[in-house]
């Protein structure tokens, strides 16, 4: 990636598998948005995704995380998860035990998540590519690895929380009459 005017990174470099990620992520954090009913073993794709990128990406610019960028990511993914958590326990959801989904509303977090970690995974392999005088510096990995760590554990905590909430429910009703 080339450095153009004012320091901003010259677009002419990225590979197009990046924009049909950004695209795919896009219309996924879009389809959140809205109510809609999915299968309980679908609360399991983005945090594997958010996971696998996260992953991928901090292994593509720090190739040895030291002991401290493990124990910031685990911090991370501890508050994320926090955050995730407390964000959907509010949310009135309809669980159908027998066709194994839930009803969901809709709600921008997912959609924020997936664009803020976009916007700070371009822009760390940006500041790389272009020999950032910043990213040079030790506190980067560190920092690097809690805030991947905090935007998977958002997705982590968020469909945990929803996943407890299916479990919870008892598969037949119980009889009040008794």
């Known amino acids: 990636m080339q450095s153009c005017r004012y320091g901003v990174p010259a677009m002419s470099h990225i590979p197009a598998y990046v924009y049909c990620l950004f695209l795919l992520l896009f219309w996924m954090g ?3 948005c809205l109510p809609r009913t999915i299968r309980v073993e679908r609360l399991a794709i983005m945090p594997a995704l ?17 002991m401290f960028d493990l124990l910031a990511a685990a911090l991370g993914l501890c508050a994320g998860m926090g955050i995730g958590w407390h964000h959907v326990r509010t949310w009135n959801i309809g669980v159908d035990r027998e066709r194994a989904s839930l009803s969901l ?16 995974e371009f822009l760390l392999h940006a500041a790389a590519e272009t020999h ?4 040079s510096a030790p506190a980067v990995p560190l920092v690097a690895a ?14 945990l929380h929803l996943f407890s909430r299916y479990i919870n429910v008892p598969v037949e009703p119980v009889d009040q009459a008794g």
């Open 30 to 32: 879009i389809s959140r």
């Open 50 to 66: 958010m996971a696998i990128l996260g992953c991928r990406g901090f292994e593509g610019l720090f190739s040895q995380p030291t």
């Open 105 to 120: 509303p809709g709600d921008v977090m997912m959609l924020v998540i997936i664009l803020a970690t976009f916007a700070f």
């Open 132 to 135: 950032a005088i910043w990213f």
């Open 146 to 159: 809690a805030i991947w760590a905090g935007f998977i554990g958002m997705s982590v905590g968020r469909n």
